[in-house]
């Protein structure tokens, strides 16, 4: 069932709020310490670049869901994390 844009917002709101609270405390976290600024101009340019790449994996991996057999994934996430695992190790 798709939602139109005015009920995906309701239900993000509604779903995410405890993720709208954290902003409050990132910004007091940027004021109160040595690093600066949480939120800057540069991390937000960055976080608009990777907007399309987040979009196509969330609706890749949606269209995925019910294609993709489970032994298939788990073999892919196990390549994946012994790969991960790899590279931490060497230098």
């Known amino acids: ?8 917002v309701e239900k993000l709101l509604k779903d995410n709020n ?5 902003v409050p405390v990132y910004l007091a976290l940027g004021e109160w310490s040595s690093g600066g600024s949480f939120f800057t101009r540069a991390n937000l340019a960055f ?17 995925l869901f019910h294609k993709l ?3 298939a994934f788990l073999i892919g996430v196990l390549v994946l994390s ?5 590279k931490l190790l060497l230098p």
């Open 47 to 63: 976080d608009a670049v990777l907007m399309p790449a987040v979009l196509v994996g969330l609706f890749g991996g949606r269209a």
């Open 82 to 86: 012994a790969a991960g695992a790899i």
């Open 18 to 22: 405890y993720d709208i609270a954290k």
């Open 1 to 8: 069932q798709l939602l139109t844009s005015e009920e995906l």
């Open 69 to 71: 057999p489970e032994r």
